[in-house]
């Protein structure tokens, strides 16, 4: 399944990051609508959740998230939906680890 959040807030760190397998980070914005993909084998065999897809938030709660590869690469953003598919273009197409 997949989650769409809306970023709401993420550190200047990212827009900084030049590395060649971390230039997707340039692309993050606060008010963006972002895709994150649950899969294995972050999901839980048990729950067949992924943790920290915000299940049980309600669209007010303030979720945290950080990138894989650059920690200072983080920020907040607000569940949308869950979907069965992701819809976000490639650059705002993510996934939970």
Known sequence: ???????ESLSHHCALENRPY???MQYL???????V???PPAMSSDTHRCAGDGH????????????IGNSQCQGTWKRI???????????HSFIFT
Do not use: M
């Open 29 to 35: 914005r606060e008010g963006h609508t972002v895709c």
């Open 37 to 39: 993909a649950c899969q």
């Open 22 to 24: 971390a230039r997707w």
């Open 56 to 67: 049980n938030a309600d669209g007010d709660k303030i979720l945290h998230w950080e990138a």
């Open 81 to 91: 939906r869950q979907l069965e598919h992701c819809s976000c273009p490639l650059v």
């Open 1 to 7: 399944y997949c989650v769409e959040f809306r970023t």
